[in-house]
């Protein structure tokens, strides 16, 4: 069984945001929503740096509320601990 790094950061997403994982999060530019999951683990906060470091709302900007809202839930549960 192949086992995720950020397992343990997983367990705090809502159900819907846990589903589709290897798949593009950000259609645009084909980045994975769990690459963009990484990349908050990481350390990166903000639409702008997830940005840089994945690509991820470099087309239309479409996908960046859903951005948003996984930087919202995995960033607050950070701080909640
Ligand atoms: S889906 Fe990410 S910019 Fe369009």
Redesign the pocket.
């Known amino acids: 069984m192949k086992i995720h790094p950020a397992a343990n950061s997983l367990d705090k997403l809502p159900p819907i945001l846990k589903k589709n994982l290897d798949q593009?999060?950000?259609?645009?530019?084909e980045?994975h929503k769990m690459d963009i999951i990484n990349a908050i683990i990481n350390g990166a906060t903000t639409v702008g740096e997830i940005k840089k470091q994945t690509y991820?709302?470099?087309?239309?900007?479409?996908?960046?509320q859903?951005?948003e809202r996984l930087i919202e839930c995995l960033c607050l549960t950070e701080t909640e601990k």
């Open positions: 593009n999060l950000c259609v645009c530019n980045v991820a709302t470099m087309g239309s900007g479409c996908c960046t859903q951005v």
